[in-house]
C-alpha cells in the first residue's frame, strides 16, 4: 500500500529534477537549508529500494544533505538501533553485543561507525552520476526516525562485512565513509573539534581498523557560509594494510545536525603523497562539498 509520508528538510540539500519533492516546481538545481517537502513513498521493501534509486538516477544527490523521514519502530531493526552501538561494551570485551557477522579481513571486529541502515533498505549509488543514497536510523531506540542522506563520489561503493556507507578506491585507498556522531544539546558550531575526532578515530571506529591512528593534527575548523554544516581539515597516519608501516594521511569531515540532535558526518580521506600530488585533495573536496 501507498503512503505518504511527511518529511522536513534540516540539511543542504541538492533538489535539483528530483521529481520524487513534490512541492519543488523549479527544475534549476538549486541549494536549500529550510523547506517543508513531502516524500512520495511506498510501505514495502522494493518500493523504498527503487524510490531511492530514482532520485540517485535524478541527480539529488549532488550534494551532501539529507531529509528526514519519522519511522515506527516496526520500520528498525529489532524495533530500534542494534545494541551493538554500546561501545562501553565493546571495549570491555572486544566483541560487540550483537555481533553482525565475522569481518573477511583477518577476522577483525566489523568497525563502529554508528551508521545502521532502516530495515529493508540499501545503499544506492549510481554509476553515471556517482550520486550516493542512504536511509540511516538515527534518535533514541525508543523514538527512532530515518533520514535520507546524499552525496556524489567519484569511487565505488565498497563492499563487505567491515564496510557501512563507503565509497573507496581499493587500489589507491582513497574514499569517504558516513559517520554518526554521539548525541548532543550543543549547537553545531559550538561543538568542540577534538569531540569529532573523538568519534572518528575512536578504538572502535574504521580509521582504527588495523590500528589505532597517531599523530592526529586538526588543521582548520570552521561553519560553511550556510551556518549548517561543519568543516574540520585534518591529518593523522595509519598502518598500511599490507606492509604494517605508517602511512600519513590528509583528511575533511563535513557535519550536518540532525533534529536528534546527532551529526551526521561525512569524512573523505587520501594518502598525503596523493592528495598533494596526485588530485586527491580536490575529489574528496568535491565529495564532501
Known amino acids: 500500500m501507498n503512503m505518504h509520508i511527511s518529511t522536513q ?6 533538489i ?15 541549494h536549500t537549508t529550510t523547506s517543508s517537502t513531502s516524500l512520495q513513498s511506498t510501505g514495502s521493501i522494493s518500493g523504498r529500494k527503487q524510490f531511492l534509486q530514482n532520485i540517485a538516477i535524478g541527480g539529488a544527490a549532488s550534494a551532501f544533505g539529507f531529509v528526514g523521514v519519522p519511522v515506527s519502530n516496526a520500520e528498525t531493526p529489532d524495533g530500534g538501533k542494534p545494541e551493538s552501538l ?4 565493546f ?10 557477522g565475522v569481518s573477511s579481513q583477518a577476522g577483525k571486529s566489523r568497525p563502529i561507525t554508528g551508521i545502521y541502515l532502516r530495515d529493508g533498505s540499501e545503499v544506492v549509488r549510481d554509476s553515471r552520476t556517482g ?6 536510523v538515527v534518535g533514541e531506540k525508543s523514538n527512532p526516525s530515518a533520514v535520507i542522506v546524499s552525496y556524489s563520489s567519484p569511487w565505488s561503493l565498497a563492499k563487505g562485512s567491515v ?4 565509497c573507496r578506491d581499493a587500489k589507491t585507498g582513497d574514499g569517504a565513509f558516513l559517520s554518526l556522531a554521539e548525541k548532543t544539546d550543543k549547537p553545531l558550531a559550538d561543538i568542540s573539534s577534538t569531540f569529532f575526532m573523538e568519534q572518528l578515530f575512536a578504538p572502535t571506529g574504521r580509521f582504527s581498523f588495523y590500528g589505532s591512528p597517531t599523530n592526529i593534527k586538526i588543521k582548520k575548523s570552521y561553519m560553511d557560509e550556510t551556518g549548517t554544516k561543519r568543516i574540520i581539515d585534518f591529518s593523522f597516519a595509519n598502518l598500511s594494510q599490507s606492509t604494517n608501516a605508517e602511512i600519513p594521511r590528509n583528511g575533511v569531515m563535513v557535519a550536518s545536525m540532525t533534529e536528534s540532535n546527532q551529526a551526521v558526518i561525512l ?9 598533494k600530488n596526485k588530485g586527491a585533495e580536490q575529489a574528496v573536496r568535491d565529495t564532501i562539498a
Open 9 to 14: 528538510l534540516i540539511a543542504l540539500l541538492s
Open 16 to 30: 535539483g529534477s528530483a521529481a520524487a519533492f513534490a512541492p519543488s516546481t523549479s527544475t534549476t538545481k538549486t
Open 86 to 89: 554500546d561501545i562501553q561494551n
Open 91 to 100: 571495549l570491555r570485551t572486544g566483541q560487540e553485543a550483537f555481533p553482525m
Open 131 to 136: 550520486n550516493v543514497l542512504a536511509e540511516i
Open 163 to 166: 564496510f557501512d556507507v563507503e
Open 267 to 275: 569524512v573523505g580521506s587520501a594518502t598525503s603523497n596523493r592528495w
